[in-house]
Nanobody
């Protein structure tokens, strides 16, 4: 089992910045991909940014140039630096990890509990 714990959400004014962090722990052999998703009220959960181990990050068009995802493979951490925040970025942000628990096992997707990001003046 893999546990994901997010931190760093909060209230910020438009144009401001926040940095989200997510730590993965538990039975982990490898984490091929980690990412961030968000869900605004009344909307479906959508991908924000995904980064694969040793790969190029992918971003939703709505956040390109404003958000940066990074990861520390040695510590099983993933970050999301969010700059130039807009009110439409308001949502619950979820950390996601596609992880392999033991050699020879398949990968499973795990989710954090979510952290609220509110962009408002």
């Amino acid at each position: 089992q893999v546990q994901l714990v997010e931190s760093g959400g909060g209230l910020v004014q438009p144009g401001g910045s926040l940095r989200l962090s997510c730590a993965a722990s538990g039975s982990i052999f490898s984490i091929p991909a980690m990412g961030w998703y968000r869900q605004a009220p009344g909307k479906q959960r959508e991908p924000v940014a995904v980064i694969r181990s040793g790969g190029t990050p992918n971003y939703a068009d709505s956040v390109k140039g404003r958000f940066t995802i990074s990861r520390d493979n040695a510590k099983n951490l993933v970050y999301l630096q969010m700059n130039s925040l807009k009110p439409e970025d308001t949502a619950v942000y979820y950390c996601n990890a596609v992880a392999v628990a033991s050699p020879g096992m398949g990968s499973l997707a795990y989710w954090g509990q979510g952290t609220q990001v509110t962009v408002s003046s």
